[in-house]
């Protein structure tokens, strides 16, 4: 499969007659094993013999004119935080690796298998979802596919913590990685991938049968080549819209730069990104506004002890702890143990600021079509870089940083690339308001014709 096909083009393919989804999938299955080379395995599980059976059995209905849909046969892929009937949902950790298997498909994957989808398999993934770096000292961590060749001294980050989501895709192995997205989580592995990740509004696509890290933020996402393949899957797992975005001109557009935290510390390949792709929007119709939000210098403060999430992770996590603590990533296991330092009075005053600055930025997105920063104010650290826990914190935090507001401020928020090809990888981060999803795709599209064009051949 190449890598940069989509959905559309694949659904065309198959309806075509040009491929069939045995043909994908094998193809799918020989990248796995081409690439296995590369690094730390990008799939912890490899579901060879369902997703060859499901291939021939959609062959077979698209053959008889019953297939469940034009996107039958397509492979993807999903993070081992899923529940799938039958297999083990260990959450890229070796905890949970002997419990039972799942008695049914997590809500999210059933509506895609419903659709045709073929799952390959279970992605790497930071332990517990608790990271934006990627790393896994349990099942080894899957390279950034930026950077990575005999003279990479390691290897790159790969973002996380849907990180083998990520990379699956940028591989070329899989259309859509299925990712979940509670700091950042699908943005930031896209941003450090060069593909699209989108962050829906909390509560529209279920979470059941999802391993759970902190309620008030976990939400399911896709990450794909096109923001068209990210609006494809969301509407699929939300299955509150058809998934065919509104085009809207860039003509008009009013997109809000916030002025605070956002841009700082931004490294310089980050800078020369943003201010480019800036330029380039402003020059094809879209208005720029500097947005004052100085609340948003809050927030280091309020997350300084782990915050909300550090509180509802640990209300997760606290029996195995008791059990099986030292058997966690120790990394891991220190930030979500900072919640046993948060009271309830203390989360009773956290919310209320949340809502405080919720309604701010819900006042300074009237007048603007979408918020609009770095996904992440670097590019992909080299993996030997994390090796202290010091810098390991640095670069998490850092990492985490701009896409933990679209989280705490309750936005749905999407990362588009905006870097030149074979650059480092940046992304360019929308934000809009809760429920305003389909609104975010159109604005998303607008902008990604302008600065992602080495994607506009594929689609």
């Given at each position: 499969m190449s890598e940069m096909f989509t959905i559309e083009k694949l659904a065309a393919d198959l309806a075509a007659g040009k491929v069939s989804s045995r043909m994908l999938v094998e193809q799918a299955l020989a990248n796995i094993d081409d690439k296995a080379s590369f690094g730390g395995p990008v799939f912890l599980v490899v579901d060879r013999e369902n997703a060859l059976a499901s291939a021939d059995q959609m062959d077979a209905l698209r053959l008889a004119g019953r297939a469940p849909s034009r996107f039958a046969g397509i492979p993807f892929s999903a993070k081992d935080l899923f529940d799938i009937a039958g297999q083990v949902t260990t959450a890229g950790s070796v905890v949970l690796k002997n419990e039972q298997p799942a008695e049914r498909d997590c809500v999210a994957i059933a509506r895609l298998k419903e659709r045709g989808f073929i799952c390959l398999g279970r992605t790497n993934m930071t332990?517990?979802?608790?990271?934006?770096?990627?790393?896994?000292p349990h099942y080894g961590t899957p390279k950034s596919i930026w950077d990575r060749g005999p003279n990479s001294a390691g290897g790159r980050i790969p973002g996380g913590s849907s990180a083998g989501a990520a990379v699956s895709v940028g591989d070329g192995t899989c259309v859509m990685g299925i990712g979940t997205d509670t700091g950042g989580s699908c943005r930031v592995p896209a941003a450090f991938n060069g593909l699209v990740g989108f962050k829906a509004s909390l509560g529209r696509v279920p979470t059941t049968g999802v391993f759970p890290l902190a309620s008030s933020f976990d939400t399911v996402g896709p990450l794909t080549n096109t923001v068209q393949c990210c609006a494809t899957g969301d509407a699929i797992m939300a299955g509150d819209w058809d998934g065919v975005i509104v085009k809207r001109p860039l003509q008009g557009l009013r997109l809000g730069v916030p002025q605070s935290l956002v841009?700082?510390?931004?490294?310089?390949?980050?800078?020369?990104?943003?201010?480019?792709?800036?330029?380039?929007l402003a020059c094809n119709g879209a208005e720029i506004v500097d947005i004052d939000f100085k609340e948003l210098e809050q927030l280091?403060?309020?997350?300084?002890?782990g915050g909300i999430g550090a509180f509802e992770a640990y209300g997760v996590h606290?029996?195995?702890?008791?059990?099986?603590?030292?058997?966690?990533?120790?990394?891991?296991?220190?930030?979500?143990?900072?919640?046993?330092?948060?009271?309830?009075?203390?989360?009773?005053?956290?919310?209320?600021?949340r809502s405080e600055m919720i309604a701010r930025a819900d006042g300074l997105m009237a007048d603007v079509d979408a918020f609009i920063m770095p996904t992440a104010p670097q590019i992909p650290a080299a993996i030997a870089d994390l090796k202290h826990d010091d810098d390991y914190g640095r670069i998490n935090l850092?990492?985490?940083?701009?896409?933990?507001?679209?989280?705490?401020?309750?936005?749905?928020?999407?990362?588009?690339?905006?870097?030149?090809?074979?650059?480092?990888?940046?992304?360019?981060m929308l934000m809009a308001p809760l429920s305003a999803d389909e609104h975010l795709f159109s604005v998303a599209q607008a902008v990604e014709e302008i600065i992602s064009p080495n994607l506009k051949k594929y689609t």
């Open positions: 332990e517990f979802a608790y990271s934006g770096v990627g790393l896994n841009l700082d510390d931004v490294d310089d390949d980050v800078a020369m990104v943003f201010g480019t792709a800036l330029t380039r280091p403060e309020i997350n300084a002890g606290a029996d195995l702890l008791a059990q099986k603590g030292n058997e966690y990533d120790q990394r891991v296991r220190k930030r979500i143990l900072a919640g046993t330092n948060i009271t309830p009075a203390d989360i009773v005053a956290l919310k209320k600021r850092l990492a985490l940083r701009n896409t933990f507001v679209g989280n705490f401020l309750n936005r749905c928020a999407i990362s588009v690339p905006a870097h030149e090809t074979g650059e480092a990888p940046v992304g360019l």
